[in-house]
């Protein structure tokens, strides 16, 4: 149950995108199609933001994309707009009705 | 619109105990799967437990079996964790979460601050 490893920061300029990987093991990303991507603003809580890999929440806009290959997910946010700026945490279904989390990643936009 | 809100979060000694817990209103609580997640300070999110809707199915991150029981009522429409034998590392926002299905949290509450220090 190791957390799922993300890298501690990016980011972008206003318009552009930026794309944060998740890397875990066949055991959880590996495993199942089952990643989702939480935001979350300082002092708030997490957001759902994408779910199934790549399926997106109502009223979350589609410049939220997911994807993934193998053992690592990522996800791209295009056309970067000020209020991206937050931190981001992708999650695995692992296995026997437990989740894991990654190590969350700080998206700063320039 | 679904509400989830924990309370029961403080500051308590080393060793101590707490019980969190997590209202929920706006959804059908009883047919829902319910997660507990902590966050330390400046860390990452951790998964802790889980439980089904019926509360016989319960699960729990290696880390914290046998200090800390989910369990839930649905006529209060609540869900609970009970944390025994409080360690420094435990300090953290606790959020409780419903799972739509498998981890897929999609409705989260305000979280409750636990503090464990002498």
């Known amino acids: 149950q190791s957390a799922l490893t993300q890298p501690p920061s990016a980011s972008g300029s206003p318009g552009q995108s930026v794309t944060i990987s998740c890397t875990g093991t066949s055991s959880d990303i590996g495993a199942y199609d089952y990643v989702s991507w939480y935001q979350q603003h300082p002092g708030k809580a997490p957001k759902l933001i994408i779910y199934?890999?790549?399926k997106r929440p109502s009223g979350v806009p589609d410049r939220f994309s997911g994807s993934k290959s193998g053992n690592t997910a990522s996800l791209t946010v295009s056309g970067l707009q000020s209020d991206d700026a937050a931190d981001y945490h992708c999650?695995?279904?692992?296995?026997?009705?437990?989740?894991?989390f990654g190590t969350g990643t700080k998206v700063t936009v320039l | 619109e679904v509400q989830l809100v924990e309370s029961g979060g403080g500051l308590v000694q080393p060793g101590g105990s707490l019980r969190l817990s997590c209202a929920a209103s706006g959804f059908n609580f009883n047919k829902s799967w319910m997660t507990w997640v902590r966050q330390a300070p400046g860390k990452g999110l951790d998964w802790v437990a889980n439980?089904?809707?019926?509360?016989?199915?319960?699960y729990y991150v290696d880390s914290v079996k046998g200090r800390f029981t989910i369990s839930r009522d649905n006529v209060r429409n609540s869900v609970y964790l009970q944390i025994n034998t409080l360690r420094a590392e435990d300090t953290a926002v606790y959020y409780c979460?419903?799972?739509?299905?498998?981890?897929?949290?999609?409705?989260w509450g305000q979280g409750t601050l636990v503090t464990v220090s002498s």
């Open positions: 979460a419903r799972d739509s299905a498998y981890n897929r949290l999609d409705s």
């Open positions: 999650a695995s279904y692992a296995g026997s009705n437990r989740g894991v």
């Open positions: 439980i089904n809707d019926n509360g016989k199915q319960k």
């Open positions: 199934e890999v790549n």
